[in-house]
């Protein structure tokens, strides 16, 4: 399983027309991206895991990430098993606690203790037969305690909404061998005001979630930086502009001790698969 170079992190994956979504996934491979990343939210997500491994050969396909309040770990044991076995281990189980506002929804409550209940989960997937390999598993880490369980009970982590700087921290809480995987949104664009227009609202959605609000206030930024969204913040968490400053980007984040990066590519569409855009990253990342 080739974990190294660039992939591409999409929603589009998981919940875009399915046709589109294998031709692009194959597409994307052809282009040389490394693995596809896609989110949960429930429902078949395997199905979604095996639609992109049939229109793929190599690629690795990863969930970013597969919700545990969500599945049954047996299931999701079986199925792992089934689709490794079919598919030469090219599926990358990421693991994540999601957040509250998501997790209560349905079932008011149920969100507490969530280290608690990644471990319980875990302890399930060992448990499973066959048992899911903790080098097949990658875990949604953002704060310490999350990252050494990251470090001693799978593959290594999967930071989402981070910047270069946790990239740093996450390392050397890491340490060295576990992989770490960090999400970078990008906006290929002309300026600023052009960023902040397909961005804002998108960045100010996450910002809501204590998670990631958390998450940003450890690494520095303060409570005026959230609520306005200040440019420092902004530019932190997305790379805009051309390619060469996209490649900057993730330049710093394998310099900070990322062995993959996965680009997240938000257009003023959020609805249209933004395959220019990949075909015009791939010529400078891959």
Same mark, same amino acid.
């Given at each position: ?9 999409s ?6 027309e ?25 429902g078949?997500?395997f199905?979604?895991v095996?639609?992109?491994l049939?229109?793929t ?9 597969l919700?545990l ?12 098993a ?15 606690v999601?957040?509250? #506002?998501?997790?209560?929804r349905q +079932?008011?409550?149920?969100? =507490? $203790?969530p280290?608690?209940?990644?471990? &319980?989960?875990l !302890? ?14 990658v ?5 310490p ?11 290594g982590?999967?930071p989402?909404?981070g910047?270069?700087e946790?990239t ?18 990008v ?41 306005s ?7 932190? #968490?997305?790379?805009?502009?051309? +390619?060469?400053?996209?490649k =900057? $980007?993730?330049?710093?984040?394998r310099? &900070?001790?990322? !062995? ?27």
């Amino acid at each position: 399983m080739d974990l190294s170079g660039v992939g591409v992190w999409s929603h589009l994956l998981r919940f875009g027309e399915p046709g589109e979504a294998a031709d692009a996934a194959a597409e994307l491979e052809e282009l040389g991206y490394s693995a596809l990343w896609f989110p949960d939210g429930g429902g078949p997500v395997f199905d979604a895991v095996t639609h992109l491994l049939t229109a793929t050969r190599r690629i690795v396909v990863a969930t970013g990430i597969l919700n545990l309040w969500m599945h049954d770990p047996a299931y999701v044991a079986t199925s792992f098993a089934s689709l490794s076995a079919a598919y030469d281990r090219r599926f990358l189980m990421g693991i994540g606690v999601s957040h509250a #506002v998501a997790v209560d929804r349905q +079932e008011p409550g149920r969100y =507490r $203790r969530p280290l608690a209940a990644m471990t &319980a989960f875990l !302890d399930r997937l060992d448990e499973a037969d066959p048992p899911v390999p903790e080098d097949s598993r990658v875990l949604a880490a953002l704060g310490p305690k999350m990252l050494d369980l990251a470090a001693k009970r799978a593959r290594g982590a999967h930071p989402y909404l981070g910047t270069p700087e946790h990239t740093r921290r996450a390392r050397q809480a890491l340490g060295e061998g576990p992989l770490l995987l960090p999400e970078q949104t990008v906006i290929l664009c002309s300026g600023r005001d052009e960023a902040r227009a397909i961005g804002d609202g998108w960045l100010r959605g996450y910002l809501e979630l204590p998670n990631y609000a958390n998450n940003l206030l450890r690494l520095g930024y303060t409570p005026d930086d959230l609520a306005s969204v200040s440019d420092r913040l902004f530019d932190d #968490v997305i790379a805009w502009g051309d +390619e060469e400053a996209i490649k =900057r $980007r993730l330049d710093e984040h394998r310099a &900070a001790g990322a !062995d993959h990066v996965c680009v997240q590519v938000l257009t003023a569409n959020g609805d249209d698969f933004p395959r220019q855009e990949w075909r015009a990253l791939a010529a400078a990342l891959t």
